[in-house]
């Protein structure tokens, strides 16, 4: 039996609730489709700063490097500045593993209502550049408490940067329904958005079979709210991806429900799966909280590590549970993370026995 080593950070707040959903529901999967994972749970975060004053120990990138995938739940609390929670574990992990896709798939989940009047299925792709762009470590402040004071931020784009990311959408694009829509602002920044446009329009016409389409951000927030069915995948920048996923992810009912894959394709080193929404510390503690989100993220680690058919059996499963009434209260329910969690074990269980019952007859 196949055995995967996987690291666990359940971090902060509403991490430490949604984890043990996601979990317990990736062993279930796993154990019917004859693989095993070997949690290793790893206490960092937060409470790991207050204590030691970082937010992972020295040596916490080798000890991630020997795992075959990173299971994280969320990080961040309102008395450390997000600028050490993010900066001191998130963004050395996504960089030093070289995960340079976030991948943010987004659609109209069933029984879940969406924010917007229309009901039109929505099922889109956020390709999102993950380990450069508007997110450098280049720039400063100073003069600080002057009426001077001047803070300066360089983004960075390289050919290989973007060109990785735009064959990535592309070649996604391929196996759904060959669109992918380039976000940009060549309009207002001049040096940037252009090379970002230059290069992604020549890394996709060497994909004749996808249609490429370029849209301003502004516009393009604007459309994803008018008519986000229309789209397929989207390939953006760092900052314009983290903000559309986000954007997408509210309109099809609640960001509670997303996931997201940071990704290293070539699996040179361990990939990590999140959900989208973050630590939640308003209702942190009180059992509330949606896990899906960090369900769903399992899924894409099982279909990543090399699982596809078991991915695909767990997110039929919570998408049986949800069709079947069982909603958190961000979706207009009233189910505890405990009851979520226990209709989809319920239903991993029953699609199992559907299966062995379709084979015998």
Known sequence: ???????????????LEVMPAGID??????????????????????????AHGRMLPVDGLEVLAEHDAIFLGAVGVPDIADV????????????????????????TLPGVRSKLLDERAIDLVIVRENNEGEYSEIGGRMYRGLAEETAIQESVFTRKGVARAARFAAE???????????????????????????VVRHTISAYPEVALRSELIDALSASLVLHPWEFDVIV?????????SDLAGAVTGSIGSAPSANLNPERAHPSMFEPVHGSAPDIAGQGVANPIGQIWSGAMMLDALGHPAAGAHLVAAFEAALAGGVLTRDLGGSASTAAMTAAVLDRVNALAEEHVGRVHA
């Open 25 to 50: 529901c990736v062993d279930a999967v796993a154990e019917l489709h004859g693989f095993s994972m070997d949690w290793r749970h790893l206490d960092w975060g937060s409470d790991y700063y207050r």
């Open 236 to 244: 953006a920048s760092n900052l314009f991806g983290d903000i559309l």
């Open 84 to 107: 050490e929670t993010l900066w001191g574990l998130l963004i050395p992990i996504r960089r030093t593993f070289e995960q340079y896709i976030n991948l943010r798939p987004v659609k």
């Open 172 to 198: 996604l694009a391929v196996t759904r329904r060959g669109r992918v829509t380039s976000a940009t602002k060549s309009n207002g920044i001049v040096h940037t958005m252009p090379f970002w446009d230059e």
């Open 1 to 15: 039996m196949t055995t995967h080593p996987v690291a666990v950070i359940a971090g902060d707040g509403i991490g």
